[in-house]
Every structure is written in structure tokens, then in C-alpha cells.
């Protein structure tokens, strides 16, 4: 136990093994150069704080305000409607993306298929998100029945995990080395996009209408967010091969004083 707690330190005395600031810095910077990181990871980020975050700090206030609601009753229909929907994408999401990607493998005689491939996937949530965001909105507006905004947060939030699960594999897959930094681009992104609903939402809302609040958010996320989506779709490949493969800011020469070389 003495050895595993030892091993768990943040300084050694190996050269090589030292934490410095830039460790924290370069690596996620470096990958912001690739279209393959950073189109998927904007949209996942918008529409995850579409369909996620949006209703996690506005629920709350709008519920009491529509269907006079105390705290459990809004726990149990948001956690509920969310759980379900992120559990049955999930579970969609991996099996729709293995899926293709076998079937590619399989007309390419057992050769591995171009990343691009995984992003075939993205349909389902591309379609369902913004179908969750107009019921969950025009259903508040017109006030009709409890379930019917529920079932809407459900939608979008199944067709959020097919989003994230088929943007993540996708840019991963392409740099798989640098999954890390790919992952921390990921929720960068995520938190500074998500951090701004609270802040407008309702006050828009009051303004000009659930229905268009929620309207203007479908079509900023599965519109404009989408457009550079299709772009990778189409010229992905040919994106990559120019830009070659990242530098590995990490690694350092045999005589420890500087960078290491491009990976091959």
C-alpha cells in the first residue's frame, strides 16, 4: 500500500516525468488547429447545452410557474424524463454506430473504414434534438398537459447521447494518440457554452414566447451548428491528410532538453 500511496504523488525526481504549467495548456491548444476536434465538439457543446443544461437551470422556475409544482415533483419528472432518454440513447447511439462501421468493414473486405464513416450516425440526434426542443417549448406556451414538455426533454435528451457518442468516437478516431486532449477540448467547450443559459433564458422567454425561445435554439443548434458537420462529412478526409497528424508538445528528446519530433 506504501508503494501504490508513493505512486501517487505529483513530483518525482525522473526529468521527464515533471508536471509543468504548459502540460496543462499546449495539449488542448494544439488540437484547436483541427477541423475533425473542433466542428464536432462546438456542436456537441451547443447541443448539449440545448437539450441538458438549458432545462437543468430553468426547469425549476418554469414548472412552479406553469403547473405549480413543488421540488419533488420537478426532481422526479426532469430526472426522470432525462435519465430515460440519455439511457435509451445511449444505448441506441452504440449500437447504430457499430453497426456501420461493421458494414463499411465489411465492403472494404475486412479493412478499417475511414473515420468519417461514424458520422452516418448523427442523423438520429440531429433530427430528435431539435423535435425535443419545439414540443418541450410551443408545449409550455399553449399550455397543455404535464407530459407533454417531459416527453419533449426526453426526445432531446435521447437524441443528445446519439450526438455525443457519434462526435466523441468520430474525432477520437481520428487522433487517437491525442484522445485526451480531444476530451478536454470536448468540455471545454461544453461548460463555456453551457454556463450562459441561466443567465437569459427565462427573461427571453417572457419577451417573445417559449415557442420562439425554443424555436431560435433548434435552428441555432441543428442548423448552423450542423452546417460544418456536413462539411466533415463530405471533405473530412481530405481535411486530415492536409494537416497532417498533431505535435506531441509532451514528448521530449533522449537528452531530455527539448520537444520530441511529429509523431509518424
Known sequence: MSGYVRGLKLWTR???????????????????????????ALYYAAQYGFASILPAVTVASIFKEFFHWDTLDIGLAYGGSLTIGSFMG???????????VK????????RDP???VRLKAIWTGEIMV????LIYGFCLQYHTVWIAPILGM??????LQVITTTCYTYSIDCYRS?????????NFFRQEIGMTFAFYVILLAG???????????????????????????LRGKEIREKLGKPRNVNQFDTDGEGPGTAQE
Not at 526529468?15 to 464536432?40: E, G, I, T
Not at 426526453?154 to 437524441?159: P, T, V, Y
Not at 441555432?220 to 450542423?226: A, K, R, Y
Open 130 to 133: 431539435p423535435t425535443g426542443l
Open 103 to 110: 458494414r463499411e468493414k465489411r465492403k472494404l473486405g475486412g
Open 14 to 40: 525522473h526529468p521527464d516525468l515533471k508536471l509543468r504549467a504548459r502540460d496543462f495548456v499546449l495539449p488542448n491548444l494544439k488540437m484547436l488547429k483541427y477541423p475533425s476536434v473542433v466542428f464536432p
Open 207 to 233: 419577451k417573445i414566447g417559449y415557442q420562439w425561445t425554443f424555436f431560435f435554439f433548434a435552428i441555432m443548434g441543428s442548423v448552423l451548428g450542423f452546417i460544418p458537420i456536413v462539411v466533415l462529412m
Open 114 to 116: 475511414e473515420p468519417e
Open 178 to 186: 491525442e484522445g485526451s486532449e480531444v476530451s478536454q477540448v470536448f
Open 154 to 159: 426526453g426526445i432531446a435528451c435521447f437524441g
Open 90 to 100: 445511449e444505448l441506441c447511439a452504440g449500437w447504430v454506430v457499430d453497426a456501420i
